[in-house]
């Protein structure tokens, strides 16, 4: 019994002490745990304050109706319905080039000269029809005579003038082929020149000094008439809905990006390439002088679909690091840096902002200015 009383005592005496213990925390606030930690959010390194705010001016972001646009990439190559060849009826070995690759020429111009054993061959031909005809006219003439004192029958005479006639073709023909051979039947000569059939340029040349052609061979120059080229773009099957036969495109140069050209689709092919999915469009353009073969160029085609976009002045938007940025008030001296696809330029040195501005938004109207700045 007494070990019982002395352990009720202890239980109690513990008790006692928690109940003391926690009466002597209730209250204190060091004993309530750790305060909450307080956090400072980092600025946006997109919103600037200025102090002289007033001296930028704003603009205000215009609602504008637009059609649907498709923007697609392409590379100028010459109208194959232009393209001339340089045809050499005479086989031979070239003795002088005067024209080379890329060269511009005229109509008429000598291109080449070649040596021919053909053109020997053809005046030879020629000159022994030349002969031939003298003595069938001869003969002819003599029989005439004879016939008219009754010395032979008009058979012998008939006979004689169907002589004199073949003669006469035989001098026409072989005349004919010196010519077609580019040689006067009045000048033997074993040289023939060649010379520009068009004027334009030459896009492919096959042959070089000393070297062999061959009569209706390989061509030993192409000319192109480059007053109208092709624009030859990729379109994805997915887009093919949005361009037709017959609509316009707007052409850019990548070399000349402030200057548009006007061009019309001619023609969408009917095969897909199977590993990129895209259709071969062609563009006929009309060529001011400055496209050359190989140039990269980007298309835009206007489609039915009317879409409302938003413009501004072209000096709101910033061209930094190939993404467009502009300006834009919140209020208070700060301005908001934000980020916009522009779109085409319009009149009055405007430009179409395709998304990243809403309509009736307040931004800085020279960005530049604003942006130079702020280096400072």
Request: glycine share 6%; charged share 25%; aromatic share 4%.
């Amino acid at each position: 019994m007494r070990r019982s009383g002395i352990g009720t005592a202890a239980q109690c005496f513990t008790l006692c002490l928690l109940l003391a213990g926690c009466g002597a925390t209730k209250g204190d606030p060091k004993a309530e745990g750790p305060l909450p930690v307080q956090v400072e959010r980092e600025q946006d390194a997109n919103v600037i304050q200025v102090d002289d705010a007033a001296k930028f001016s704003l603009t205000a972001a215009v609602e504008h109706n637009s059609r649907s646009a498709l923007i697609v990439t392409g590379v100028v190559a010459p109208d194959i319905s232009r393209n001339v060849p340089v045809v050499t009826l005479a086989s031979g070995r070239v003795v002088d080039i005067q024209a080379r690759l890329g060269d511009t020429v005229k109509k008429g111009q000598l291109l080449l000269r070649v040596q021919s054993s053909d053109v020997s061959g053809a005046y030879s031909d020629h000159r022994k029809a030349v002969a031939d005809e003298a003595l069938a006219r001869t003969q002819f003439e003599r029989a005439k005579i004879l016939y008219d004192k009754g010395a032979i029958s008009q058979n012998d005479l008939q006979v004689a003038q169907d002589a004199e006639e073949k003669a006469k073709v035989d001098v026409e023909t072989t005349a004919e082929r010196l010519r077609l051979l580019g040689n006067d039947p009045d000048k033997p000569n074993s040289i023939v020149d060649i010379y520009a059939p068009v004027a334009g340029v030459i896009t492919d040349q096959q042959v070089t000094n000393s070297a062999g052609v061959q009569a209706l061979g390989p061509n030993p120059f192409t000319i192109s008439d480059l007053s109208q080229v092709w624009v030859l773009c990729d379109v994805h099957e997915n887009n093919l809905p949005d361009v037709r036969l017959g609509d316009s495109a707007d052409i850019r140069l990548n070399a000349y990006p402030d200057r548009v050209f006007q061009g019309r689709i001619s023609n969408i092919g009917a095969i897909l390439d199977p590993s990129i999915r895209t259709a071969k469009m062609r563009i006929e353009v009309r060529n001011p002088g400055i496209m050359r073969m190989g140039m990269f160029v980007t298309a835009t085609f206007h489609g039915q679909k009317q879409e409302v976009h938003v413009v501004v002045p072209a000096t709101a938007i910033l061209h930094l690091q190939d993404r467009d940025w502009v300006f834009v008030s919140t209020g208070d001296k700060k301005f908001q840096r934000a980020e916009i696809t522009s779109g085409n330029m319009l009149p009055d040195n405007m430009q179409e902002v395709i998304s990243g501005l809403k309509p009736g938004t307040q931004v800085v109207k020279d960005a530049l200015v604003f942006q130079n700045s702020l280096e400072k």
